[in-house]
């Protein structure tokens, strides 16, 4: 992307002696990137299977999206301007094409209500699989994962509502799973100096909340996140209300192997030994 800044450096994976010790996890050739195993496959189709159920009853459809996103929707979206350290291009001879690699699941919702008038609130569940540079080493802070949300179109306080209620409701549900979460405010990475005002303002505003677990020891990252983005994407796609005005939207993200690290940390590398209670509520 012309302007952008220079690649950021990559994230480290598990060592290859750690990542074969684990029936979970296998080497990656690439840092940042996890392989996974057999089992690990099954545990993240139960995962989806136990969200999709725990969301239920009121969203419209649930869609797999793809790992490319349209760069036009990155622009409109904001995404390109704010995160540009983030984003990666797709490209042919070295020539960029009109892809970008799928940041986050929800990019791919907000087109499909595009100059829409909603009657009520609209819901939406989507699982993709998305791409960040990301520039740490942390275990959990992976380039190539898998993302699961849900997005909520409506009103202001019909977005607010159902935010606090899904932050909650995933907030129990880890605790089922044995994964004891903490609830805290946060705000995205937004590139450079114009980037830390908005940062501080979402903060200010407790417009993103996580749900922090333990990964690796010593070690907390967020495998939920819940963000209420006011009227930017409506206004973005030209989405509104019956009164309107532009529609406000929510989303909730789960990032799948980062929750998959947060269980292997809490109950071992081998599901089959998890306690009972765990396997029972991802009916494994």
């Avoid at 009520?120 to 998305?130: N, R, Y």
């Amino acid at each position: 992307m012309t302007g952008s800044p220079p690649p950021a450096e990559a994230a480290a994976s598990p060592s290859p002696a750690q990542a074969a010790a684990s029936p979970l996890l296998a080497p990656a050739a690439a840092p940042g990137v996890l392989l996974t195993a057999e089992a690990a496959e099954e545990v993240l189709a139960a995962v989806v299977l136990a969200l999709r159920r725990l969301c239920a009853g009121e969203a419209e459809r649930h869609l797999r999206a793809p790992p490319v996103l349209g760069a036009a929707v990155a622009e409109r979206a904001g995404y390109a301007a704010s995160f540009p350290h983030l984003l990666a291009g797709v490209s042919q001879g070295g020539t960029a094409t009109d892809l970008v690699l799928t940041p986050a699941a929800c990019y791919h919702v907000y087109p499909l209500y595009e100059g829409r008038v909603l009657a009520g609130p609209a819901e939406l569940s989507v699982l993709a699989d998305c791409y960040r540079q990301e520039a740490t080493a942390e275990p959990g802070r992976l380039r190539s994962f898998r993302m699961f949300e849900t997005v909520r179109l409506g009103a202001p306080e019909q977005c607010v509502t159902w935010r606090d209620d899904r932050l909650d409701r995933l907030a129990r549900w880890l605790g089922t799973l044995g994964v004891p979460a903490e609830a805290r405010p946060a705000n995205d990475p937004f590139w450079g100096r114009p980037g830390r005002l908005l940062a501080a303002a979402q903060r200010a505003d407790g417009l993103k909340w996580e749900l922090a677990a333990g990964v690796a020891a010593g070690l907390r990252q967020a495998v939920v996140s819940v963000n209420y983005h006011k009227e930017h994407f409506g206004a973005a796609f030209g989405i509104r209300t019956s009164d309107g005005a532009p529609a406000h939207t929510a989303c909730l993200g789960v990032g799948l192997e980062r929750l998959l690290l947060a269980l292997h940390h809490a109950h071992g590398p081998a599901p089959e030994r998890w306690p009972a209670p765990v396997r029972a509520a991802l009916a494994l």
